[in-house]
């Protein structure tokens, strides 16, 4: 069940009315048979899926209660990632590992010795996948309380807000919310609406409208010169933004309607003005997940220059294949992994002829050059993310500045009109994060007043009616 | 359950007191918007005014003539292609009176069964219904797990206007290049009325940019493939097919798939008949497909990369009239043994 459905606009507040029609000690039953329904609305055969991650991951923590040797403990968490990542694999990578091979058999040996396998993706697995594997680690490490309730450990990972696209939860900061008593705030409900709507907007206005000129582009990017090719990377940076921060601010603002908090996952990332800056505010729960599970783990920094690049390499290659099974996607996380490596180079020569050349201070820290420098760098790992092939993301690069005709741009599938409001939506993301990000004082002063507000609850109400897609069209992380 | 400490009331109060307002306030905007929206019938995109002119027209009007009806009445369903590629009065002045045709093309829609059902259901007897998109291969039923087949329709519903800002921007574009608002209004009025008049055909000018309504010779488009054929599928089985059969055998007529049209660059040349779709339609007595799945034209003969301008209009009616008129060789309406 997609949150920009009318059928989540009536599942919800009936939902919603039970919970709290509830008393506070089966409350959280509630929520794991909305939550179950939730996700068989997708498909219902995937629950069975979701119900074999919880049960063995509900299992290991009791395990790891148990036998508390560090032995047993290693052996437990091993049993859990193999069966987690087992099935991670299977249905996500299992097809793309076998084209793969056939692919590189078929170079050597003349012909593709396995046929193709290609499971269905059940929705969110990624992403439930990595929070419940979360719970065993931090179980082993003694980080997490375990919990002992089966059906309120299920209700942790499989909490609809969250589910199918996060943000990744950590145990120690979601699973005690469940236990804590909690009474109807009416200032979270107001500021659950705002953020509702504000998700909403960037979701079916931004993120759904510029989906065209992306896939218009996208399917056939041989035939336009870089004008067209330019527009639409653009265009692509900010759909999966408005779709990807949409969801996860509905998805807060549902969790918070029901009292809990589920953690940031962006923070205006197009602000930021450097690489590594881009990544503290963009997709922040798997940033940190990968920080505290596979950095740090591997020695994070501390073990001189060369295992820092071998880390920060392993990293970003990881996190490029949690996206997807595709080339296209490891190439995208080994272009951030050189985007680090090199920034860190750049930083270091950057300082040297600052010290020796004070006068060349004020444009190298220029603010503008590095935020737009950070943004090309990021606009290009999107066309690699976003293209179908390596050899496509390749001719897409090497053609983004090539001249092209102005009129090229009427021609991506939107009219000028429409193009003129894509442009529009995207200027005010843009404004309203830079005000979230460095808050102008005389608009927080205007922000204060009732009349401001209602105008502009207004405007994102009627701007979602009037221009927003309600086809349902499914959020894009779903599938990663 | 809500706290009932006076902090926590007041604080209920206010945010109850905001939440009512914001309601309050789009109740008003939503009176507003459908009174501009009713009132002022022709600020619609322009295709828009035709569509409810059309629909209008289906509900009270008479598509065919009520009192001397032809024996053969064609009823022609798709979307803008038919609206601005048949010409209704040129079809039947060709059949020299054996036929009293209708062009019920709305643009945007490529599921007609709605719209025939409609048509039906007011009462109007076609004994031939063209088509040149087929039926889908199955359609949506209801179930615990989804409970909706698509939220645009129920959004049209809850707000008739949806297109209101849209259009609004569209006229006020387009206006000052038009004469000004008045003179742009009074011309999507008349636009309707000439459309009704000419039984359902209609011009797409507003999507013509290019002079004389014709795309230039040399125009391409992204998505062109003209070493590709682009057959049409055409589904045998399915809920879809089973309820036009089952309307055609209630209300006496026969679905014909005819040739759609594309730019000569848009596609490759199809083959003169569609073998899978023949096979397809075997058993299905009232069931025809004539001609190829789609005729091309050079570019002169289109308005834009989609549509085809008058001239076009001609050359593609014409060409119907051609690959259709055995269909209507005795005057009964029946088919040919």
Known sequence: MLFNSLQFVIFFPILWAIYLAVPFPRRYLVLLIGSLYFYAAYRPIHVLLLMVTLVVDYLAGRALERWREPRAGWLIAATSLTVNLGILFTFKYLGFAIDSLNAFLSWTHGSPPFSSVHLDLPVGISFYTFQSLSYVLDARRGQVAIERNPLMYFTYVSFFPQLVAGPIERAGHLLPQFRRPRQLDFSAVRSSMQIILWGLFKKVVLADNARVVVETVYANPEQFTGIGLATATLFFAFQIYGDFSGYTDIAIGIARLLGFELMANFRQPYLARSIPEFWQRWHISLTTWFRDYIYIPLGGNRKGDLLWARNVIIVFLLSGLWHGANWTFIAWGALHASYFLIGRAVDTGRVFLERRFSSLRIILRWRFLEWASTMGLVLIGWVFFRATSIDQAVDITRRLLQPGPVGELFQLGLSRIDFALATLWILIVMLVDRQLDRPVPWVTRQWQRRVVRHVCYQFLFWTI???????????????? | M????????????????????????????????????TELPFLRNGTRVIVDAKRE????????????????????????????????DLFDSLSQGRTESYNLGMPGEAAFLPRLEEVLAAGHRPTHVFLILAWPADEFTPSIWRWFGGDQ???????????????????????PSQGGIRAFYRHSQKSAEKTIADRGYYFIESQSLFSDHRLPENYNHPSDHPDRIDPREVPSKGAPIERIARLAQEHHFRVILVPNYRREKQAGPPPSVNEKTLAALRDRPLFDIVGPDYIRYPNALFSDRVHLNPDGADRYTRDLWEVTQHLFSNSTGERDP
């Open chain 1, 465 to 480: 009616i009037f221009f927003g897609v309600f086809e349902s069209v499914k959020f894009i992380y779903f599938t990663f």
């Open chain 2, 2 to 37: 809500i706290g009932a400490d006076a902090g926590g009331w007041t604080l209920a109060r206010q945010s109850v007191r905001s939440m009512s307002l914001f309601l309050a306030i789009a109740v008003v905007f939503w009176l507003f918007f459908w009174l501009i929206w």
């Open chain 2, 57 to 88: 027209f289906i509900a009270h009007g008479h598509l065919f003539d009520s009192i001397k009806p032809a024996p053969n009445r064609v009823a022609f369903f798709g979307h803008s292609r038919v609206l601005s590629g048949f010409i209704p």
């Open chain 2, 153 to 175: 329709p129920l959004i049209e519903k809850a707000f008739p206007f949806q297109p209101l800002a849209r259009d609004a921007i569209a006229f006020l574009a387009r206006a």
